[in-house]
């Protein structure tokens, strides 16, 4: 062999040498970003209503409520009532006694924000929810 040509094939397996260590290095960083996710994102497990109930609830057992929105992950808009038992109530947006429910909660906030206080007083009766239809 000729110097020159000992100097290419040095020179094609350096390049080789360096494709493939950037190429590794690549592969490490597009891999890592995947670890971070969750603890970015929070959990990835998003538990999402897909049927209502049609059952008013009693105001008194309701302790707070979340809104599902289909603009996001899940398929359906819905209330998702969290009760004093920590059980999760998926309930329509459409139905009047949960319109009823978030209004009694609204007033219930008001209240708290006017008195200065941190405590709901769970009234059993919510006045919004006397003579509700469906």
Known sequence: MFPTQV??????????QKNVIIAV????????????????YGPLNHACCVKYTHKPLPFHIIKGFIEQSSAEVC??????????????ICASTEDNWVKAILSCLSNKLTEMASNGTAE????????????ITK
């Open 7 to 16: 100097s290419l094939i040095s020179s094609a397996n350096t390049m080789t």
């Open 25 to 40: 290095l690549l592969f490490c960083c597009v891999l890592s970003t995947f670890f971070y996710t969750a603890s970015t």
């Open 75 to 88: 398929r359906i808009d819905a209330i998702i009532f969290l009760t004093v038992k920590n059980r999760k």
């Open 120 to 131: 709901i007083s769970h009234d059993r009766n919510c006045k919004p929810l006397t003579n």
